[in-house]
Every structure is written in C-alpha cells, then in structure tokens.
C-alpha cells in the first residue's frame, strides 16, 4: 500500500537544508505533501512576511521532483486536521520541534529529522544585510 508522507514549513529564500529534509522526507514514503505556511500566519507567528509570498514559496516547492502535492498552512494549530485530511501516514519535522507532536501518534508515525548544520533563512537574510 502507498505511504504518504507530510511535512510544513516556510520554506523562504529556499536553500539547500530545505531541499535535503524535502528529500528525506520522500524517501520515507512514496507521496510527498508539503504544507506552506502562508503570509498571514508568518506575519502572526514571526511578526514580519517572508521575502517571497506565499505564491512563490508554492510555485518553488512544487516544482521539486520529491514533491508530489502542496497546499497552504493556514494555522500551526490545524496539524491534525491535516494530516487526517490528506489521510498521512507519517508526519515528518525538523528536530527543532522534537517531541512537539508526539500527540499525533495516534494518527500517523511522526518523525524528527535532524536539521542540516550552519544554515537557515535568518542566518542567509542577516549575512546579506551586512555585506
Ligand atoms: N530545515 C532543515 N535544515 C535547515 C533549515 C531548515 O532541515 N538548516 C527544515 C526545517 O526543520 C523544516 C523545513 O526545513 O522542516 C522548513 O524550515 P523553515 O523554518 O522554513 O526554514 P528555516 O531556514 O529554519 O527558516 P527560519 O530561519 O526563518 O526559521
């Protein structure tokens, strides 16, 4: 039987660390959806929009070969939701929120991923505002 996998994130000014997690987390099943957090819950959440809309981060996370569906995440709060509606069988996020969702094990498998070292979206934005 097909496993699906599902995973969220910003995925803004997209680097190589979200490529990699994209990618692991489709080798733990055979279909991939990717929930993209939208503007308005960025702003909410962090207090500024991300450099590239919502649209954008869309248009770029579809486009990976590892990824097979993608919607927008419109509330942190909504996971369980869903995950039941694209009926997954395994909710993957970074390590970052260890033990965030053990709760949902009664849903799906969740699994933490560890995050690729010495990279993030703040880190790129804030070595190119010093330059
Ligand atoms: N991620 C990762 N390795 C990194 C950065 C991100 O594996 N170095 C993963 C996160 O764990 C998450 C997904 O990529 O599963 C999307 O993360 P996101 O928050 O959009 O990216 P960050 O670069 O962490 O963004 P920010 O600096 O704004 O928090």
Redesign the pocket.
Known sequence: MSRTVI???????F????L???E??AALGDHLVVGV?ADALNLRK?GRT?VFSERERIEIVSALRVVDEVFVEESLELKRDYVLEHAADVL??????AGRFDELSDVCEVVY?????????????EHIADL
């Open positions: 995973t969220f994130g910003t995925f803004d000014v680097h190589v660390g979200h990699r997690v994209l692991r987390a957090s962090k991300p993957v996020m970074g390590d970052d929120w991923l560890p995050r690729t070292p010495a990279i993030s979206t703040t880190a790129i934005i």
